[in-house]
């Protein structure tokens, strides 16, 4: 059973792992005084842009990092799923 479950199991992971990252940037935003939230959103309101941007881009490559891991060990460890 577990073999057949795996490829749901690592859907599941990968809609959850963006949907932390997703919660815990709003929280960084509405109550961190610290984070990448936050320097985005106090860069957005000092209009330091280029900070801005180095900011949502660390996000989107932590984001990135963390699918491309999640799909490296659902390839590893289901093997045997054709992959598309």
Known sequence: MLPASLPSV???IRIAG???ILV???AEVVGAKAGLGCL???SQF???IP???AGIITL???GLAFNHLVLF???WLAAWKKQE
Do not use: H, P, Q, W
């Open 40 to 42: 985005v959103n106090y």
């Open 18 to 20: 963006a949907y932390s």
């Open 10 to 12: 690592f859907a599941g």
């Open 51 to 53: 900070k801005m941007y």
């Open 73 to 75: 060990a659902e390839r």
């Open 60 to 62: 989107a490559l932590l």
């Open 46 to 48: 000092t209009f330091e």
């Open 24 to 26: 815990l940037i709003a």
